[in-house]
């Protein structure tokens, strides 16, 4: 029976590579000159750590992250950016977390997408991914076609396609 996955993933070594291109841009830079600013990433979570002692700059530097994750072809749906902490004295930080995975209520959004077009396949949620099986080849590919161009508020991809 054909089936395919559907998963939404972000390849970590582009986002080290994005926040490395930062970090070097950070330091040449003109308008950080003499300000204390950091871009780190969260070995457990692979989130990104903003941090800069002038408030003020933290939306340049969220702003060049951004820009360098895009240009490494990092979808920016999957990409959080959480709400600024800022310090009575001017210091800031942020956190720019990286989806990975379908999470419950997106996953549950995309199946019953699908179960609403009437094909004849079943979409089941496993292990943060969805599966789709089918009878027809046909029919999957129609999911595709259907699930490509729509936005889910998250990036979609297609793997493991099995005749």
Not at 6 to 27: C, F, G, Q
Not at 79 to 92: C, N
Not at 136 to 153: C, E, N, S, T
Request: net charge positive; no cysteine; glycine share 6%.
């Amino acid at each position: 029976m054909p089936s395919f996955d559907i998963v939404s993933e972000v390849d970590r070594m582009e986002v080290k590579n994005a926040v490395d291109h930062a970090t070097r841009e950070l330091a040449n830079r003109f308008d950080f000159k003499g300000v204390k600013a950091t871009i780190e990433i969260d070995p457990k979570t692979g989130s990104i750590q903003l941090t800069t002692d002038n408030g003020n700059l933290m939306k340049a530097l969220r702003q060049m992250v951004m820009e360098k994750l895009a240009k490494r072809g990092i979808d920016l749906r999957n990409v959080e950016a959480k709400d600024a902490d800022i310090s009575p004295l001017g210091h800031s930080r942020q956190e720019l977390a990286i989806k990975q995975g379908l999470d419950g209520d997106k996953a549950k959004e995309i199946t019953r997408a699908i179960k609403a077009q009437g094909w004849k396949v079943q979409a089941s949620l496993q292990d943060r991914q969805i599966r789709v099986t089918g009878a027809k080849r046909d029919d999957l590919q129609k999911v595709i076609a259907f699930l490509g161009p729509a936005d889910h508020g998250v990036a979609l991809a297609f793997q493991n396609f099995r005749d």
